[in-house]
T-cell receptor, first 118, second 114 residues
């Protein structure tokens, strides 16, 4: 199956600093990528939809100025958590859509990034 | 409102035993239903994907069923192994074309003990 990578796999940062997480589709081009957040024992919650070459679409309640998304190429999307606070500590998972298949769009998930803000 | 409900919330079984996880959904319009396995601290990995016309699909020791009339699905795990310990998430895709949405269940946390 298709592969989606994330970097870093885990990161610890101090409160007030910014952290960038990268998401790459390794063997297909993804015009659309998705960013999710998952708290312990909770389901994945969609934060935003990232479209290559255009602005991201944020879900209700997600601050676009705090969670900056850049989808500058067909294989890379980045999520920057600005001025991070301890409550931003979570598991961030990206997903990339592969629209090239015969059975319609397929969505592949990355391995996730564990963010801890101290 | 589109929703996916899973039961049980958690389950503990002994190695070698079988188990069945349940998923009820109210997503409309329906496109497909997916079961994912998520190991702790990892991203979800797809196990099965079923469309409206598919009643059952297997992937090794995993067998998923779908009843589109009652909007229910199940995931049956046969001869469980310690490595099956994970969260199993039911996800339903609506048929919104290029603007499709995935609705996630909260998952069933399965623990397989020796």
């Amino acid at each position: 199956g298709a592969v989606v990578s994330q970097h870093p796999s885990w990161v610890i940062c101090k409160s007030g600093t910014s952290v960038k997480i990268e998401c790459r589709s390794l063997d297909f081009q993804a015009t659309t990528m998705f960013w999710y957040r998952q708290f312990p024992k909770q389901s994945l919650m969609l934060m935003a939809t990232s479209n290559e070459g255009s602005k991201a679409t944020y879900e209700q309640g997600v601050e676009k100025d705090k969670f900056l998304i850049n989808h500058a190429s067909l294989t890379l999307s980045t999520l920057t958590v600005t001025s991070a606070h301890p409550e931003d500590s979570s598991f961030y998972i990206c997903s990339a859509r592969d629209s090239s298949g015969d059975r319609g769009p397929e969505q592949y998930f990355g391995p996730g990034t564990r963010l801890t803000v101290t | 409102k589109n929703q996916v409900e899973q039961s049980p919330q958690s389950l503990i079984i002994l190695e070698g035993k079988n188990c069945t996880l349940q998923c009820n959904y109210t997503v409309s319009p329906f496109s497909n239903l997916r079961w994912y396995k998520q190991d702790t601290g990892r991203g979800p990995v797809s196990l099965t994907i079923m469309t409206f016309s598919e009643n059952t699909k297997s992937n090794g020791r995993y067998t998923a069923t779908l009843d589109a009339d009652t909007k229910q699905s199940s995931l049956h795990i046969t001869a469980s192994q310690l490595s099956d310990s994970a969260s199993y998430i039911c996800v339903v895709m609506n048929s919104g074309g290029s603007n499709y949405k995935l609705t996630f269940g909260k998952g069933t946390l399965l623990t397989v003990n020796p």
